[in-house]
């Protein structure tokens, strides 16, 4: 943990990049620009308040299309769609492995169990960080699934501002 922790201070990522980027020299993040061009697209989906399962059928199409052989889930594209990395940030210690009184070692959310590092403007960012937060809100309101029939004006009105700021970004 001490040599993770120090090097993650220097600003040295410890794990892999996330999808859309590949390392550069000493581990830095670089843009994969084939992937951020797939990360748009799915921010920009979101944005439009697009359904989940048809956002997951309009990738798995794009990734089939491209013989890549990765295969989309819903909780690997929830996962993208709330990861601050695509802003050019990186947080580290949001899961910690804990120690079950079995003996059994488990991930789990880490709710004070380590401290965590934020690392602002860490690698070039993908997205903007007003269209990250506008894509946090409808994912709040729960407007990306398909069962979400009730919605308000406000939600409406977001949905607007969201398709806008993706409009800006990823054309």
Not at 21 to 42: D, K, L
Not at 64 to 80: C, D, I, N, P, V
């Amino acid at each position: 943990k001490g040599a993770r922790n120090k090097a993650l201070q220097r600003g040295e990522l410890w794990f892999r990049p996330r999808y859309g980027y590949m390392n550069g020299e000493g581990h830095e993040w670089i843009i994969n620009e084939q992937e951020a061009t797939h990360v748009q697209r799915i921010f920009r989906l979101a944005a439009m308040g697009t359904p989940y399962p048809d956002i997951l059928r309009e990738l798995n199409t794009l990734e089939q299309q491209e013989e890549t052989g990765r295969k989309w889930t819903h909780s690997m594209l929830t996962h993208l769609l709330k990861s601050e990395a695509y802003i050019g940030d990186y947080e580290s210690g949001k899961t910690v492995r804990v120690t079950q009184k079995d003996g059994t070692i488990k991930t789990v959310k880490n709710e004070g169990y380590e401290d965590r590092i934020y690392i602002e403007d860490h690698h070039q960012a993908i997205i903007s960080r007003e269209l990250f937060k506008a894509v946090q809100d409808i994912i709040e309101r729960g407007l990306l699934f398909a069962h979400k029939i009730n919605t308000t004006a406000d939600d409406c009105q977001l949905i607007r501002y969201a398709s806008s700021l993706a409009e800006e970004c990823c054309q």
